[in-house]
């Protein structure tokens, strides 16, 4: 079932020099599309938010959008009310903007004031009648959108460039234009626990770095991950050619694995480096292998 109601819920105000309006809007209705998807998770209806540009103002480039909401045909729309969600998501994306507001950082703390402030919208807008419980966004979301709209703004970058939010009330606020988030930035804002063990690891080599030692790719039973080489008397050899390393040929290695976990024990992010090559392993030699070596290295 698709729901096309719409509301002219918001717009995006841009001014400033040299300003190049069309890749710089459809930059920030992606992070926007991007931080709906994140938002409607605190509801319990399986609905697709989905933006869509409904006019252009010219001489101030000033962008309104307009929404609608696609519904999963076999759950329950539990009486969802489309204005009402619209409301919330407006609301919501304009606390994300204003929570960046002259930020050169983000915190753990601020982000729980966020986290509490969008539960409140929520809940005081109730968008399912029918089932008003709500849960917060998990803050990595909430990192995650905001993310998006700074790397959307970042291209502002001549002096007296800006761009703004209005919000469905014609409450405005700038966007802020300096602040800088990497995905190591959000590991460490979340992280609240971190465990490092060594371990012995048979990987099948999948993507050797021939310049580096930051990141090759390993084949882990079924699953592929990065692993930066910190053997580098190995890595010498290697790149001296001293040995043939074929594709599908492993490396028995003792490998340094670093979780990192959140306040509620999630996982967030793991690494993998490996410290000390034990053996090389050819293709040829691997039919030696016991049979529970052999499947443990199969793709």
């Not at 999963?72 to 204003?98: H, M, T």
């Not at 929520?122 to 419980?133: G, M, R």
Request: net charge negative; charged share 25%; with cysteine.
């Amino acid at each position: 079932m698709e729901n096309e109601d719409t509301i002219k819920g918001y717009s995006l105000i841009h001014w400033g020099q040299n300003i190049v309006f069309c890749p710089l809007f459809f930059a920030i209705e992606l992070s926007f599309n991007t931080s709906d998807r994140k938002l409607v998770s605190s509801i319990q209806v399986d609905v697709e938010p989905i933006l869509l540009l409904e006019d252009i103002q010219r001489g101030s480039l000033i962008a309104w959008i307009r929404s609608t909401f696609k519904l999963s045909k076999d759950a329950p729309n539990l009486g969802l009310d489309p204005n009402r969600l619209e409301e919330y998501l407006d609301q919501s994306k304009f606390a994300l903007v204003d929570f960046t507001r002259n930020r050169t950082t983000l915190t753990d703390a601020g982000l729980t004031e966020l986290q509490m402030k969008i539960l409140e919208i929520v809940s005081e807008k109730q968008p399912t009648p029918e089932l008003p419980i709500h849960t917060p966004v998990p803050k990595k979301d909430l990192l995650f959108g905001i993310q998006k709209i700074q790397s959307a703004v970042s291209h502002l970058t001549n002096d007296g460039d800006s761009a703004g939010y209005i919000g469905g009330d014609s409450s405005k606020v700038p966007f802020n234009l300096t602040l800088n988030i990497t995905p190591g930035t959000i590991e460490d804002i979340l992280t609240k626990e971190t465990l490092t063990n060594e371990v012995r690891m048979l990987l099948k080599v999948k993507k050797p770095d021939y310049l580096g030692s930051s990141q090759w790719e390993f084949k882990d039973g079924k699953s592929t991950i990065d692993v930066k080489i910190n053997d580098f008397e190995w890595l010498e050899k290697f790149r001296k050619r001293e040995f043939v390393l074929a594709p599908g040929d492993s490396l028995l290695a003792m490998v340094e694995v670093t979780s990192r976990y959140d306040i509620d024990n999630n996982l967030i992010s793991t690494r993998h480096t490996l410290m000390k090559v034990l053996e090389l392993r050819t293709v040829n030699s691997s039919k030696e292998f016991k049979q529970g070596e052999l499947d443990s290295s199969e793709e």
